[in-house]
């Protein structure tokens, strides 16, 4: 399935992925802090700093830190090993988890993204603060594209299942969008024990990004149809469940009642074809 929409709008995407990368610095991710340097190496210009401070919100790290651990806890207990994750970023998930020479990781983004992610590695492999390894690929793809898409399982074992990722890219897509993403993900998933992990498909998330407001979903029975009337089956796993394993909020000195209420209606979801 070809790109149907504008390339601006992706474009205004493409620096979330460091917002992102910043929050999970302060929850102190394995690889986060070294990601995060590489990218002010290779991006930042004299007297100009590379994220803007007001996209640098503290407050808002226990939030990303959930989300990065709830999907790691989500890949563990479907017993996952092949790993498609779209719309990488500048995730750090693809670099802990292949220490483990059992996974094969694929990350895709969209090109100018993930030929910095590929510069970060080699750059942290040059440093030896991350070993080489054979079992991890950045691959340039986009979402939108079924081909780009299936070109990358060429790196998997088709004999074993996959899991697919996509961490924060629902919320730019509006739903014409999110149904061609959706479209093209089932198409991937061949065996009943694929996944497909999602995040962002809450109704009320904590940043409103005026830009994309309206790609929202309106209420969870709407959110619940529109995924049913594609074939998927739902599973919710719960912010709150992983808030005993989070590091950012004593850091942040943040209260329980607070982290509850960052946490509230929010969710990881898995879904089956
Ligand atoms: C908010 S960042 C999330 C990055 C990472 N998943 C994380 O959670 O830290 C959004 C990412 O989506 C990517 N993106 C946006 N539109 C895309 C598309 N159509 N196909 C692939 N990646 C896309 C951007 O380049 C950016 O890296």
């Known amino acids: ?30 690889f986060s802090q070294d990601i995060f340097h590489e990218l002010e190496q290779i991006l930042m210009s004299p007297g100009k700093s ?3 401070e007001e996209l640098r919100i503290p407050s808002i790290a226990p939030y990303f830190e959930a989300r990065h651990k709830l999907i790691n806890i989500a890949l563990l ?3 996952a090993t092949q790993v498609l994750e779209i719309a990488a970023g500048f995730s750090s998930r693809g670099m802990e988890l292949t220490n483990n020479p059992k ?7 969209l090109a100018e993204n993930i030929q910095l992610k590929r510069k970060v590695f080699q750059a942290m492999v040059l440093k030896q603060r991350i070993s080489s390894r054979k079992n991890i690929f950045f691959e340039d793809g986009n979402a939108l594209d079924f081909s780009t898409l299936e070109t990358t399982m060429k790196h998997f074992d088709k ?3 996959v899991a697919i990722i996509a961490e924060g890219l629902l919320r730019y897509l509006t739903l014409q969008e999110k149904a061609i993403v959706a479209s093209n993900v089932k198409q991937l998933l061949e065996k009943r024990s694929d996944i497909w992990i999602i995040s962002d498909a809450d109704i009320d998330l904590n940043r409103r990004i005026e830009d994309f407001d309206l790609n929202l979903f309106t209420s969870s029975n709407d959110r619940k149809r529109f995924f049913e009337k594609l074939g998927f089956g739902v599973e919710e796993y719960q912010y709150m469940r992983i808030i005993s394993e989070l590091v950012s909020p004593k850091k942040l000195g943040k209260t329980d009642e607070e982290i509850e209420r960052l946490f509230k209606n929010k969710h990881v979801y898995v879904m089956r074809a």
Not at 6 to 30: F, M, R, V
């Open 1 to 30: 399935m070809k790109e149907t929409t504008n390339d601006g709008q992706y474009q205004k995407s493409l620096p979330t992925a460091l917002l992102t990368a910043y929050e999970k610095t302060i929850a102190n991710i394995p």
């Open 50 to 52: 590379m994220l803007p």
């Open 77 to 79: 207990e479907n017993g």
């Open 103 to 109: 996974f094969t990781y694929v990350e895709v983004d």
């Open 159 to 161: 004999s074993e299942p």
